[in-house]
């Protein structure tokens, strides 16, 4: 049986056990006077790496952990595997509720319990290809900061102990909508920070993840169609359960405003295409290489006579927003490298002018609600981020494999 742990501790990120074992380690005593007999809400919590967070929270026993996500089937998962892992620790008072975070329900929810110890958000539009057109990205904006202002005013009422919430790698002079978003979605949480501590993460892809490009090759071979993607693309990588550690040592760690990353050197970056066929060869896979999706999908209808010559169409990427290297800091951010074995740390953002903060918001609000297009969206976001350096190619990821 295909062990998709071991292909990826072997083939993707090079390493027999999580990088962040030795930290958990040192802080062990500080996490669990942190966790244990707390009030958790994990939003967004059925996901990839919601539910590593919870994965890696519950060894600490909070005495309380409520899981919010709109994805009902993936919660109803999320609790098989909980209740199925030996050795594992679930509070009593452990409730899921499939509901979104926006909903009216929600509130009621959180105000009927008085809000919560510590609060985790992992609701977000992840991907780059969510930027199609001004509808997608509308959706993708209302997630990720509007939505985003609404809980936080309501944490106001009801002020965590910790807040935490995901950034990405592409908030470093962001090239796509989603990075950018991201990267105004840090400087609105910052602007709550005099209200509760507030915290974020950057880091690399994570290995498999739901609806990432690895696990689509999963999906393509359990079919028997072909593998598509970038040969020129390369992204660092960390694996699912150490997703849901660098959040919780964010979340548990940082000092207000802090953002953490994963220490990772350039020579450990793996490609897509790379990753593809070291898959395709562990499950005794030969490689046939096609010049185009085409040819790739007629020559798959072989592989369901029992063929083992597996066509693939790696190449060149040229959609729009897709950044070639990763960067988890910019020149102008002090960064602490000593502070943890194997993460960093983004110190001393300031608060931000929270009066331009609420004009970006206001402006977002207005365009959508007027009725606008993606470049005027992107020239607003340009006004607030200089260094917003959008690459549009008129093309999307989904007009291809």
Known sequence: MFNIDKFISENVIHREHSMFIDDIDSYRDRLTEKIKDKSVLVIGGAGSI????????????????????????????????????????????FITYPMDFNAPVFEKMFRSRGGFDIVANFSAHKHVRSEKDIYSVEALIQNNVLH???????????????????????????????????????????????????KTARFANVAFSNGSLPAGFLARIQ??????????????????????????????????????????????????????????????????ECSTDEEAIDKAEALKQGSHKYPVHFSKSDTSGEKQYEEFYTDTEKIDMERFEALGVILEKQIPDKDRVKALLNRLDEAFEQGTDKETIVGIMKDYLPNFEHIETGKSLDSKM
């Open 50 to 93: 919601g539910s590593s967070f919870v994965k890696a929270v519950l060894p600490f026993k909070p005495a309380s952990l409520v899981v919010v996500d709109y994805n009902e089937n993936a919660l109803a998962e999320l609790t098989r595997d909980l209740r199925s892992t030996k050795g594992m620790y679930v509070p009593d008072e």
């Open 148 to 198: 985003a202002k609404k809980l936080l005013d309501l944490l106001t009422e009801f002020p965590p102990e910790e807040y935490f919430c995901v950034s990405t790698d592409k908030a470093a002079n962001p090239v796509n909508i989603m990075g950018a978003s991201k990267r105004i979605m840090e400087d609105l949480i910052f602007s709550y920070s005099d209200k509760f501590p507030v």
């Open 223 to 288: 079919k028997l169609q072909p593998l598509s993607g970038p040969s020129d693309v390369t992204r660092y990588f960390v694996s699912p359960e150490e997703s849901g550690q660098i959040c919780m040592l964010a979340c548990m760690l940082g000092a207000n405003r802090e953002i953490f990353f994963p220490k990772l050197k350039e020579a450990q970056m793996m490609s897509f295409d790379t990753i593809g066929v070291k898959l395709l060869e562990c499950q005794g896979y030969e490689v046939l």
